[in-house]
């Protein structure tokens, strides 16, 4: 096993900017997700009404990028896993709501936590995950961001592509699924 401290995520892509309290209906609207919950049909709508063109310009690996409150509203995963579906490797936020934060690393969706004021639209970013530091760069600049570190126990789930795999991995949830790492 891996030592925690060991453990690192990492990313690169391309930064793609949004502001302050982005809700989830933001990410993906009620009203699509009253029609379907298949995330293949809900790609195309994602962001659009705040960023019409974003569905059509996403490439896989490219980094949400936003303000505080990142996630506010509905506490429904989909939000998450419609942003997965696009290919989006990682979502970095000055703050995030707490439900779409966990939602994230349940679902296997690298989130970081970091002052994202000097990220612009477009920017080369790598995103590194780990326990002891965390950090953005952004590769054009030569910037190095700080970021929160993860908890161990969240590393590991990220590890697995999520919960389900992690516990899956374990041989379900019991006694010995987290070391004294994870405390």
Do not use: W
């Amino acid at each position: 096993m891996t030592r925690a401290s060991e453990r690192l995520l990492t990313m690169e892509g391309r930064a793609r900017r949004f502001g302050d309290d982005v809700n989830t209906d933001y990410i993906i609207s009620s009203a699509r997700k009253r029609r379907t919950i298949d995330v293949r049909a809900l790609r195309p709508f994602i962001f659009e009404s705040i960023a019409p063109d974003f569905a059509a310009s996403v490439r896989p690996g490219d980094v949400v990028v936003a303000g505080r409150n990142f996630g506010c509203g509905s506490a429904m995963e989909i939000a998450v896993t419609v942003l997965q579906s696009a290919g989006i490797a990682a979502v970095v936020a000055a703050s995030f709501a707490r439900s779409f934060y966990r939602n994230a690393i349940n679902n296997g969706l690298v989130v970081l936590e970091c002052d994202t004021s000097a990220i612009a639209e477009g920017d080369t970013l790598i995103v590194r995950v780990a326990e002891d530091s965390s950090s953005v760069r952004i590769v054009d600049r030569h910037l190095e961001l700080p970021g929160a570190p993860l908890p161990a126990i969240m590393l590991r789930i990220l590890e697995h592509g999520g919960l389900v795999p992690f516990l899956s991995a374990q041989g379900g949830f019991g006694p010995g699924v987290l070391d004294s790492r994870d405390a």
